[in-house]
Structures are given as structure tokens and as C-alpha cells.
């Protein structure tokens, strides 16, 4: 399902934000979504987050992790058991563009902008660029 939706976004040339529980590309569904490289080749960002069926650390060194992060894409880890905060009910307020069994794709009305400094492990995500607040981060 991913694939195919990779599928449509590169075709119309734009990059994406995933978000999903667990790690991304294990192995092991019970750790996260078992993708490969070639199912989200189109990806500008991903986000892992906590969820309390999946015990899985944050990915670190795993070969699909090295090569995300090689490639320049950002990948955060949102716990919900720590002091990160991701904004569940702004997301469930987006409109839903296509929906399957697995997945639900919303699409913005505005460009959103990502600020990560992986060196001191944060991220902010500006809900679009007019909102932007805080300009040195």
C-alpha cells in the first residue's frame, strides 16, 4: 500500500512525511512497518513513533537507517512516554485524501516546514510556512 502511494507522489514530482508506529523497515512486523527502500524512495522525512503494542527501541544502526539518513532524510523518534509531542489531533483534523486498510494519506493546503538539529535530538514541524515561529531553530 505504501508503494503504491510512493508510486503517485513521485509521480507528481513531491515529497512526503511518513509517520507510523514502531521501526521503520524491520524486518519484524511486530517492530515496526517492514519496508524496503524502493516502497518509499519518494519520502522527504519519517517520524517513528511509540505505540503500546510494539516494543521496539529507536532506530540507530540498523543498514535501512544508515541509508536514510545518508541520503539527507530526517527521521525522528516521537515517545510518548518522554517529553516529545506530536500533534495527533491537528493530524486527524487534515482531510484525507485515500485511505486503505493500512494507511491514510492527508495532504496539507500549505507546504509544511521541518527543522531537525540531530546533533542536540530535536525537530520542530512548522504546520506551514506562515506559521513559522521560531526562526533560529
Request: hydrophobic share 40%.
Amino acid at each position: 500500500e505504501i508503494a503504491n502511494l510512493n508510486g503517485m507522489l513521485n509521480s507528481e514530482a513531491r515529497k512526503y512525511l511518513l509517520i507510523g508506529p514502531g521501526r521503520w523497515g524491520s524486518a519484524d512486523r511486530w517492530l515496526g512497518i517492514p519496508v524496503s527502500w524502493g516502497d518509499i524512495c519518494g519520502v522527504g522525512a519519517m517520524i517513528e513513533t511509540t505505540h503500546p503494542l510494539i516494543n521496539a527501541e529507536p532506530s540507530q544502526g540498523s543498514h535501512f537507517f544508515h541509508n536514510i539518513t545518508s541520503l539527507g532524510i530526517n527521521y525522528l523518534n516521537i515517545n510518548d512516554l518522554k517529553r516529545d509531542f506530536l500533534d495527533w489531533e491537528w493530524l486527524r483534523g487534515l482531510e484525507v485524501e485515500h485511505e486503505t486498510k493500512f494507511i491514510a494519506h492527508a495532504r496539507h493546503t500549505r507546504p509544511m516546514i521541518l527543522k531537525v538539529d540531530g546533533r542536540q535530538s530535536l525537530g520542530v514541524l512548522y504546520k506551514s510556512a506562515v506559521e513559522k515561529q521560531f526562526p533560529n531553530f
